[in-house]
């Protein structure tokens, strides 16, 4: 098998079609073997049946279908787990990665490239609060972390089998993906490309589910927040201190003193203030690192087409 091509699937049905003779259509002129792995992560909608029927009409069609929703970050990594292609392409399902450009990103990976990205130059279709928070998070992230991460970049990508077996032998639960491999290293380049409109149908990604992969990309690879909260941990004891000299100078040297209560609140609701978000920080990272002492399982598979591997 050469080429896999990985979509994560949430409420798609819409695409699916469009999506799967696009994709053939790309595909096909390159006359190699291949093929489409859908992860149906969770859809409430008809997508799985779409899917099962194409792979009825196609032996190239495979599927993943999970028991739940369990985030597209998760549903790539599965299908990474069961690809059997030497390179291995990641795609969204809503069509905003032009399936056209595989061609290209097929060349640079033969050039001998481990991971060609595919960057953002323009995006359509996305509000102004969705591209600047985007913008800033990835400028954020680049800052705070030792990893050199790609900016404006997401998960659309050809990676190498070195690459993918790579992935697979990192066993975190929170997946951040684009963080992982930028973390890996190996010769990387990358093509640019203007990011469609959602073809059809709406996000899946709620702001919750964005701040979340926010927070799993910046606590999986930047220590920074803990580190900020120590320092100003320091920071505001250190005035404090001040503060309590100043106190007992006025109390017992001058004994000119009145009882203060505007500075009594303001240094407890700053204190106060100040703890909390460092608890919070501390939080973040504890919450983590307890899914993973957990081990679960990353996911849990209800049907597949695609065969055991017998050992
Ligand atoms: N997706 C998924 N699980 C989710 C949310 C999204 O598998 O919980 C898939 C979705 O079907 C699409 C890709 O991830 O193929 C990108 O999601 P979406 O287009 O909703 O995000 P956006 O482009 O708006 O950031
Ligand atoms: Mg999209």
Redesign the pocket.
Same mark, same amino acid.
């Given at each position: 098998m050469e080429l896999s091509v990985v979509?994560?699937?949430?409420?798609?049905a819409a695409n699916v079609l469009v999506l799967y003779h696009r994709l053939q259509q790309a595909i096909q002129p390159l006359a190699i073997s291949y093929e489409l792995l859908f992860?149906n992560?969770g859809s409430a909608d008809s997508s799985l049946d779409l899917i099962k029927q194409l792979a009825q009409q196609n032996t190239q069609v495979r599927y993943l279908d999970f028991s739940r929703?369990f &985030?597209?970050q998760i549903?790539i990594s599965a299908g990474l787990d069961k690809a059997k292609g030497n390179a291995v392409v990641i795609l969204?399902?809503?069509l905003?990665d032009p399936p056209e450009l595989i061609p290209a990103l097929y060349a640079q990976w033969q050039k001998g490239h481990e991971v060609v990205y595919a960057r953002r130059k323009t995006r359509a279709g996305?509000s102004l609060t969705?591209k600047t928070t985007a913008r800033l998070f990835y400028r954020l992230l680049t800052r705070i972390t030792h990893t050199s991460m790609p900016v404006d970049a997401g998960d659309f990508r050809i990676i190498s089998r070195k690459v993918v077996n790579t992935l697979k032998q990192m066993p975190e639960q929170q997946k951040f993906i684009r963080g992982q491999i930028a973390w890996l290293g190996f010769p990387q380049t990358f093509l640019e490309y203007d990011r469609l409109e959602?073809y059809q149908g709406?996000? &899946?990604?709620s702001y919750t589910?964005?701040i979340r992969l926010a927070l799993d990309g910046i606590t999986s690879y930047s220590n920074l927040p803990l580190k900020m909260a120590t320092v100003s941990g320091f920071g505001v004891s250190g005035i404090a201190f001040l503060v309590m000299l100043y106190t007992l100078y006025s109390r017992f040297i001058t004994r000119d003193y009145v009882p203060g209560w505007s500075s009594l609140m303001v240094s407890i609701l700053f204190l106060g203030g100040v703890q909390l978000i460092a608890i919070g920080i501390i939080g973040e990272y504890m919450s983590r690192l307890s899914e993973n002492v957990r081990n679960r399982p990353l996911y849990i598979v209800n049907e597949t087409n695609i065969p055991e591997e017998v050992n």
């Open positions: 979509i994560p699937v949430y409420n798609e992860v992560d929703n &985030g597209q549903a969204d399902g809503d905003q996305e969705k959602r709406q996000s &899946g990604y589910k964005m």
